[in-house]
């Protein structure tokens, strides 16, 4: 619920200052309202998501629901801080509520470590979502160290010797000026690639590769390609973000490995539809489907972005801005939605229906919502990302607002089907079990 | 009163409904063998896939219908994992409700 109010303030945000998206990115407000999207939308869901998927796909039980709940506080109070301090471009006090963020996170990755160590069978699956996490916690790091940069001390001035602020002042310092030595576009674009591809798609890779197969009833196809995948997108990574910093010409070469990457998995998610015994496939995979056919653009346009030489026009700066947006707000979110589309009916109806099983006929999850909404739903975010993409290409506030007022359409209709879901809580739907009928035994018989 | 057989049993487990899948555990092919004696029914059974988080609810579905089944005393469920569950062990009911290829 926290991460749906955030995608709206984010959509409300954009509405208010269409500039988000039609100016060039680096700018307060861009930077407030991407990291409202990304952590408040995405990363709420994304985290809260992985503490009830990851012990189901990995088979085994989370360590700690209590250290999850102190998570969720620390996480609430830092992306709340951050966003409205970004937004006033206080980067002292981004760092103070980054703190909190961080040490919300720390909790998570500790959590779902202790989490992992405990899985029976270990799998490219486990190993997706380590390396997810791994690249979490780089992505906060880096983040805080950026923020550290853009700081100054001249408390250590004033600050009596003994004290015992002095050390991590001083820390901060040091690490101010090391970072000062890149440039500071190429540290935060590096930064963007170490959460939206380390962590975001990195932890979709992982988790569809569990997921589809179970709701496709299918099964993965050549564990070999996806792990192949999965370390030539890590490697890819690790080598796009030393290319970033630098600035160096190589970085296509490193966004070469990680489009391969997606390539074997693109392969493998092919593969593992052709196999599959269910044949009509429901809407919140379509999302799914709908995401990862926005991947393809996103990821020649990141190609056509890194290409040696690549002059800075006002042009390839709003692509660079379109690229962001059909990642984050199309790859990552139509994904995330449609997600929550299986992650909301199994709460609602496990908190509902679960104990009444065999007692009272329940709904099935698909009869929790509305699918015609789903679709109407699906129809006009895609339109609004698009739609999106094209007026940041433009830099055309005018097609900002158009298109920020479809996706929040789309958004409308969603968290009505939301609402239809959480209907369910106050008024459940139970009928009595339909009388036996007359079948013909189909199990063994003993 | 029903007699107490295997049919009996089995129309009970009918009403035990996957909801993901929105089909019965019978007619999924998830009851791999009921056993009756003495009004104990022992159910072995298995879930779509392991780690299935619908597992204690659909667990307790099948001992909450069965228990309410005229002369059972007693319900024992057994989850296996072998043989892993596949479609092609499902009736032609849940092919056909699920409409598999």
Same mark, same amino acid.
């Given at each position: 619920?926290?991460?749906?109010?955030?995608?709206?303030?984010?959509?409300?945000?954009?509405?208010?200052?269409?500039?988000?998206?039609?100016?060039?990115?680096?700018?307060?407000?861009?930077?407030?309202?991407?990291?409202?999207?990304?952590?408040?939308?995405?990363?709420?869901?994304?985290?809260?998501?992985?503490?009830?998927?990851?012990?189901?796909?990995?088979?085994?039980?989370?360590?700690?629901?209590?250290?999850?709940?102190? *998570?969720?506080?620390? *996480?609430?109070?830092?992306?709340?801080?951050?966003?409205?301090?970004?937004?006033?471009? &206080?980067?002292?006090?981004?760092?103070?509520?980054?703190?909190?963020?961080?040490?919300?996170?720390? #909790?998570?990755?500790?959590?779902?470590?202790?989490?992992?160590?405990?899985?029976?069978?270990?799998?490219?699956?486990?190993?997706?979502?380590?390396?997810?996490?791994?690249?979490?916690?780089?992505?906060?790091?880096?983040?805080?160290?950026?923020?550290?940069?853009?700081?100054?001390?001249?408390?250590?001035?004033?600050?009596?010797?003994?004290?015992?602020?002095?050390?991590?002042?001083?820390?901060?310092?040091?690490?101010?000026?090391?970072?000062?030595?890149? &440039?500071?576009?190429?540290?935060?674009?590096?930064?963007?690639?170490?959460?939206?591809?380390?962590?975001?798609?990195?932890?979709?890779?992982? $988790?569809?590769?569990?997921? #589809?197969?179970?709701?496709?009833?299918?099964?993965?196809?050549?564990?070999?390609?996806?792990?192949?995948?999965?370390? #030539?997108?890590?490697?890819?990574?690790?080598?796009?973000?030393?290319?970033?910093?630098?600035?160096?010409?190589?970085?296509?070469?490193?966004?070469?490995?990680?489009?391969?990457?997606?390539?074997?998995?693109?392969?493998?998610?092919?593969?593992?539809?052709?196999?599959?015994?269910?044949?009509?496939? &429901?809407?919140?995979?379509? *999302?799914?489907?709908?995401?990862?056919?926005?991947?393809?653009?996103?990821? #020649?346009?990141?190609?056509?972005?890194?290409?040696?030489?690549?002059?800075?026009?006002?042009?390839?700066?709003?692509?660079?801005?379109?690229?962001?947006?059909?990642?984050?707000?199309? +790859?990552?979110?139509?994904?995330?939605?449609?997600?929550?589309?299986?992650? +909301?009916?199994?709460?609602?109806?496990?908190?509902?229906?679960?104990?009444?099983?065999?007692?009272?006929?329940?709904?099935?999850?698909? &009869?929790?919502?509305?699918?015609?909404?789903?679709? +109407?739903?699906?129809?006009? +975010?895609?339109?609004?990302?698009?739609?999106?993409?094209?007026?940041?290409?433009?830099?055309?506030?005018?097609?900002?607002?158009?298109?920020?007022?479809?996706?929040?359409?789309?958004?409308?209709?969603?968290?009505?089907?939301?609402?239809?879901?959480?209907? *369910?809580?106050?008024?459940?739907?139970?009928?009595?079990?339909?009388?036996?009928?007359?079948?013909?035994?189909? $199990?063994?018989?003993? | 009163?029903?007699?107490?057989?295997?049919?009996?049993?089995?129309?009970?487990?009918?009403? =035990?409904?996957?909801?993901?899948?929105?089909?019965?555990?019978?007619?999924?092919?998830?009851?791999?063998? %009921?056993?009756?004696?003495?009004?104990?029914?022992?159910?072995?059974? %298995?879930? %779509?896939?392991?780690?299935? !988080?619908?597992?204690?609810?659909?667990?307790?579905?099948?001992?909450?219908?069965?228990?309410?089944?005229?002369? =059972?005393?007693?319900?024992?469920?057994?989850?296996?994992?072998? !043989? !892993?569950?596949? !479609?092609?062990?499902?009736?032609?009911?849940?092919?056909?409700?699920?409409?598999?290829?």
């Amino acid at each position: 619920m926290a991460g749906v109010l955030a995608l709206v303030g984010s959509v409300v945000l954009l509405g208010v200052r269409p500039d988000i998206l039609a100016a060039y990115h680096y700018n307060q407000y861009t930077v407030a309202a991407t990291h409202l999207w990304v952590l408040g939308f995405l990363g709420s869901v994304a985290m809260g998501a992985m503490y009830q998927l990851v012990p189901v796909a990995l088979e085994t039980r989370l360590h700690s629901e209590r250290l999850a709940a102190w *998570h969720f506080v620390l *996480h609430l109070v830092g992306v709340a801080g951050m966003v409205w301090m970004f937004w006033r471009w &206080d980067l002292k006090q981004v760092g103070h509520f980054g703190s909190a963020l961080a040490a919300g996170v720390a #909790l998570f990755l500790y959590n779902l470590g202790r989490t992992l160590r405990t899985v029976p069978r270990w799998n490219v699956v486990a190993t997706g979502i380590t390396a997810a996490l791994a690249w979490l916690g780089l992505t906060v790091l880096a983040g805080l160290a950026i923020a550290a940069a853009k700081c100054t001390y001249e408390s250590l001035e004033t600050l009596p010797p003994g004290h015992w602020l002095r050390w991590p002042l001083i820390a901060l310092q040091a690490t101010a000026h090391w970072l000062g030595r890149f &440039d500071p576009l190429a540290v935060m674009h590096a930064h963007a690639h170490l959460g939206g591809v380390g962590f975001f798609l990195m932890l979709i890779v992982a $988790v569809s590769l569990k997921l #589809l197969p179970m709701f496709a009833l299918s099964e993965l196809q050549s564990p070999r390609r996806a792990g192949a995948a999965l370390g #030539l997108l890590n490697l890819g990574l690790a080598a796009l973000v030393v290319t970033l910093t630098g600035r160096s010409r190589f970085q296509f070469v490193a966004g070469g490995v990680l489009a391969t990457g997606l390539i074997l998995y693109g392969l493998e998610l092919r593969a593992i539809l052709r196999a599959r015994q269910r044949r009509g496939l &429901d809407w919140g995979l379509r *999302h799914f489907l709908v995401a990862l056919g926005l991947l393809a653009p996103t990821a #020649l346009l990141g190609l056509l972005l890194a290409w040696p030489g690549l002059p800075a026009t006002l042009l390839t700066t709003q692509l660079e801005t379109v690229y962001g947006w059909l990642g984050l707000a199309g +790859v990552v979110s139509l994904t995330v939605l449609g997600f929550l589309y299986k992650i +909301v009916p199994f709460q609602v109806w496990y908190h509902t229906y679960a104990r009444h099983v065999g007692r009272f006929r329940v709904p099935a999850l698909a &009869d929790l919502y509305s699918e015609r909404l789903q679709k +109407v739903s699906l129809g006009l +975010v895609l339109a609004g990302v698009l739609g999106g993409a094209l007026a940041a290409a433009l830099a055309s506030t005018g097609g900002v607002r158009v298109a920020v007022l479809v996706l929040a359409l789309g958004l409308g209709v969603f968290v009505t089907n939301l609402g239809l879901m959480l209907r *369910h809580f106050w008024r459940p739907r139970l009928e009595p079990l339909a009388p036996p009928r007359a079948a013909p035994a189909s $199990v063994s018989r003993t | 009163m029903k007699p107490l057989d295997e049919t009996t049993v089995l129309d009970a487990l009918r009403q =035990v409904v996957d909801p993901e899948l929105n089909c019965n555990l019978v007619d999924l092919g998830l009851v791999y063998s %009921t056993e009756i004696r003495d009004g104990h029914v022992r159910v072995v059974m %298995t879930l %779509t896939t392991a780690g299935c !988080p619908m597992h204690e609810s659909l667990v307790e579905g099948v001992r909450t219908a069965l228990r309410a089944l005229d002369g =059972v005393r007693e319900v024992t469920v057994e989850v296996v994992w072998d !043989p !892993p569950w596949s !479609p092609a062990m499902m009736t032609p009911e849940g092919r056909a409700r699920l409409g598999l290829a």
